[in-house]
């Protein structure tokens, strides 16, 4: 089978998150590896969600011109962390191999945190590690990408 590569541009909306985790568990529908849909529909949402809150901040002058701008982390009144629109979501498909990554504006490393039982944030990333069969972020020249594989059955 012929491998394929998807994209979609996931906005900077909480809304989005589900928007994305619909658009892979779709795309996986349309490749036949529908028994990955849990799992990477699950990573999809805490990448997403991970990028949104800790990207950055962009502002759009016009439709279509986005600005980057160092955004402001730990609002209450800006939940997504000033999130720039340019967060895009991969998932290739070369069997026996998905690779979903995350693309967002960021720089910064995402770093797992210790486990807070209590805390209703922190996790996400051990749900990547858990729910993958490795995952792992690289730069890039206008931010990173954070990634993980799965394999099909």
């Known amino acids: ?17 589900t928007e994305a985790r619909h658009f892979a568990v779709s795309r996986l529908t349309e490749w036949g590896v529908t028994e990955l849909s849990d799992d990477v529909g699950l990573v999809v949402s805490e990448l ?10 962009a502002f759009r002058s016009r439709p279509g011109h986005d600005v980057h701008h160092e955004g402001v982390y730990d609002d209450p009144t800006d939940p997504l962390g000033s999130a ?16 979903c ?5 960021s720089r910064a490393a995402p770093r797992r945190k210790e486990p807070d039982y209590i805390a209703e944030t ?24 954070v990634w993980a594989l799965f394999r099909t059955a």
């Open 122 to 145: 922190g996790r996400g990333l051990h749900l990547v590690e858990s729910f993958s069969v490795r995952w792992g972020w690289r730069s890039l020249p206008h931010g990173k990408v």
């Open 48 to 57: 997403v969600t991970n990028a949104l809150r800790h990207s950055g901040g």
């Open 84 to 99: 720039p629109s340019a967060i895009r979501l991969r998932l290739g498909h070369q069997p026996p191999w998905l690779l």
């Open 1 to 17: 089978m012929q491998g394929h590569t998807v994209s979609f541009t996931v906005a900077p909306d909480p809304e989005s998150v």
């Open 101 to 105: 990554g995350i693309i967002d504006a």
